[in-house]
């Protein structure tokens, strides 16, 4: 007789988790960038190298990625499966996301119901794949390594990085706005909320004989 391990509920919870929230999470890009009153910080940056290059937002959004994973190494950051899922995922579901919104009319009440419904659902797909456990976004992840390397606080940091990359994405013509300075103040109540339902008790693999 042997023993082995069988992947229960919660790591099926997980795993949809993960993959929910990394949809949604394309989808509220897309709904503030399609708004055009300002959008998510590095999502400010990534317009910005839009506009002065011929690529998509899609495509920008995987480049700018890697180069933030590159960061990773000096700060001995280990990517987990949500960390390459989520460069996967969101790089390849934020343009077609962008062609599907680009058919509602340019109205100012549509731009604003994008942004207050893009805003939710952000804290909503941040809350299932930071809750699902699997591992960090490369973004999460590079403020999480500074954090731990420089000993500042998670406030400082995430505020440092996040001034920066506004600062340059703008530079570059970004669009920053309203809904910039909306999702500044929002997301982080709305994360609390939604993580306290959905992140994932840590699992207990018993042994199970075979």
């Known amino acids: 007789m042997r023993t082995s391990t069988r992947p ?11 993959l929910a ?13 399609d708004a055009g009153l300002g959008s998510m910080p590095w999502d400010v940056l ?11 937002f899609g495509v920008v959004t ?29 790089s390849a579901l934020v343009d077609p996301f962008l062609a599907l919104l680009a058919a509602l009319p340019d109205a100012m009440g549509v731009r604003i119901t994008l942004v207050v419904a893009g805003i939710v659902l952000n804290g909503l ?10 591992g960090p976004g ?11 390397r420089t000993g500042r606080s998670v406030r400082l940091v ?19 706005g309203l809904a910039t300075l909306a999702y500044a103040l929002a997301i982080g109540p709305l994360v609390h909320l939604f993580l306290t339902w959905l992140t994932v ?10």
Not at 10 to 16: F, L, Q, T
Request: positive net charge.
């Open 138 to 148: 490369p973004r999460d992840g590079l403020m999480t390594g500074l954090v731990h």
């Open 201 to 210: 008790p840590a699992e207990v693999v018993e042994p199970v004989a075979v």
């Open 158 to 176: 995430r505020t440092t990085i996040e001034v920066t990359v506004v600062s340059v994405g703008w530079l570059l013509g970004g669009t920053v």
């Open 125 to 134: 797909a941040t809350g299932l794949y930071v809750g699902a456990r699997l």
């Open 46 to 56: 990534t317009q910005g190298v839009v506009r002065r290059t011929d690529l998509s």
């Open 62 to 90: 995987l480049l700018v990625s890697l180069v933030v994973l590159a960061c990773w190494i000096p700060l001995r950051q280990r990517p987990g499966i949500g960390t390459v899922a989520n460069v996967v995922v969101i």
């Open 8 to 18: 229960g509920r919660p790591g099926v919870r997980a795993a949809v988790q993960l």
């Open 21 to 33: 929230g990394l949809v949604l999470y394309a989808a509220s890009i897309a709904m503030l960038v």
